[in-house]
């Protein structure tokens, strides 16, 4: 069964899985003072500039670890609806930093400036958390992308108000991917303070990393590290996966083809009479709805999950591994279930 429900359901690139084997050769000094972790930090720096890199498991781990940097526990967190800090990590940021998430609804899944200008009237008052970093995903949870123009803006308007913002990168490559630009241009330079750059999602088999750019957050950052649990001591084997993810533009490549995929899968879809797409596909995730009925058969064929209850709205993702035959299985599948349904 193939599957459309996440980019954490695909494979491992066969590039990735070559530089794990290659630093499997020998032996390596532990908790990262190994050369290929030089080397990976090496890579980093070339793309981002100065920047303290730490590697960690999971995604959790690295909004964990980076919002320890950021926040203290009588600070807060201001995030969408939607974000994963938020819905999908178990309550891990607040159990962890002891911090408060706030979070806004928002119909696309990003924030704004303005958005986020009625919560700063807690600023100074020792009766409320202290707002201190604002956190946004990209590409978003909804599957949209924030323009430069937008980071810059929220980055310019955190700074303004003492506050740093941190950014999500799980599908960071997909994002950049998308608007066409460097990794650098998209967020050191609009201002971003800290961030995950996702690699589970495009192509690894285990690993993110945490991305500090501004001094101040990185006096305590490695002692982070080690209390949060994300502390490797084979780090070179996370490391090594990272050196080929950013040698050759691996992480573009992947990250446009499966941006690709999304677009054909939605471009196909909207011809399906009955299939609504719901969202801008700015990356590599679709959203739709489709009749009721047709959820359930099609989900025996290809995993996918329900997005909204309430609604039925649907999430397709891509990934870096998807082929254009499964797409146009997939559409077949979901066309002869809709017309099945006329039949009935």
């Not at 590039?15 to 050369?35: F, K, P, Q, R």
């Not at 200008?117 to 924030?146: C, D, R």
């Not at 941190?166 to 050191?188: C, F, M, P, S, Y």
């Amino acid at each position: 069964m193939k599957a459309f429900a996440s980019d954490n359901y695909s494979g491992i690139h066969p590039e990735i899985l070559e530089a794990i084997s290659d630093a499997n050769l020998s032996h390596a000094v532990s908790y990262g003072d190994d050369a290929i972790t030089a080397r990976a930090n090496a890579l980093f720096e070339h793309l981002f500039g100065p920047v303290k890199t730490l590697y960690t498991f999971n995604g959790t781990g690295a909004n964990v670890v980076a919002l320890k940097c950021a926040a203290l526990p009588f600070q807060s967190v201001i995030c969408t609806q939607f974000a994963h800090i938020h819905v999908d990590e178990c309550g891990a940021p607040v159990q962890a930093v002891g911090c408060t998430l706030l979070p806004l609804p928002s119909p696309d899944g990003k924030l704004t400036p303005a958005m986020v200008q009625p919560l700063l009237s807690a600023k100074g008052n020792v009766h409320h958390n202290q707002p201190k970093v604002i956190s946004i995903s990209q590409s978003t949870e909804l599957g949209t992308v924030y323009t430069l123009d937008e980071v810059r803006a929220l980055c310019d308007f955190a700074h303004a108000n003492d506050m740093y913002v941190h950014l999500d990168g799980a599908r960071i490559a997909n994002a950049v991917a998308a608007l066409g630009t460097g990794l650098k241009e998209a967020t050191v330079d609009c201002g971003v303070d800290i961030m995950s750059f996702g690699g589970t999602k495009n192509g690894l088999m285990i690993g993110e990393a945490v991305l500090i750019f501004n001094n101040e957050l990185k006096q305590h950052a490695d002692y982070y590290h080690k209390q949060s649990a994300q502390l490797f001591s084979k780090n070179r084997f996370i490391a090594a996966q990272f050196v080929a993810l950013l040698s050759n533009d691996l992480w573009k490549r992947m990250a446009l083809h499966a941006n690709a995929m999304a677009q054909l899968l939605a471009s196909e879809v909207s011809k399906i009479e009955g299939v609504t797409v719901t969202r801008p596909t700015d990356a590599n995730g679709v959203f739709a709805i489709i009749p009721p009925e047709a959820i359930e058969p099609l989900q025996k064929q290809f995993r996918f999950y329900v997005w909204d209850e309430s609604t039925l709205e649907l999430r397709w993702m891509c990934s870096f591994d998807t082929t254009e035959e499964e797409v146009y299985g997939f559409v077949a599948v979901l066309k002869q279930l809709i017309a099945g349904l006329g039949n009935v």
